[in-house]
Nanobody
């Protein structure tokens, strides 16, 4: 099983940018599809973005499409989430997720999860 740790969160003003990183250790990260999820206070965890093992296929939630970009560097065992034009409603704990099957990763089932990192966007 791969182990995941997020970094790069923090406080930013609306309209600003942040880049989250997710460092993977353990089994070969390049074997895994991966994704970002987030959970705002009082809400359920929701899908943000997905990327396949090679980085050749991506998918985004409609709420972040055009503002967020998911990417990965298998040589560094790291995936990224570039977040631009941030809005107060993007405030949440962001989680890195990885697994071996598209369906499970896309829907946040099983696999490996990072501990999460706070992103706060002020208005």
């Amino acid at each position: 099983q791969v182990q995941l740790v997020e970094s790069g969160g923090g406080l930013v003003q609306a309209g600003g940018s942040l880049r989250l990183s997710c460092a993977a250790s353990g089994r070969a990260f390049m074997s895994y599809a991966s994704a970002w999820f987030r959970q705002a206070p009082g809400k359920e965890r929701e899908f943000v973005a997905f990327i396949n093992w090679s980085g050749g296929s991506t998918e985004y939630a409609s709420s972040v499409a055009g503002r967020f970009t998911i990417s990965r560097d298998n040589g560094k065992n790291t995936q990224y989430l570039q977040m631009n034009n941030l809005r107060p409603e993007d405030t949440a704990v962001y989680y890195c997720h990885a697994g071996l099957a598209y369906s499970s990763v896309r829907h946040g089932v099983g696999g490996a999860w990072g501990p999460g990192i706070q992103v706060t966007v002020s208005s």
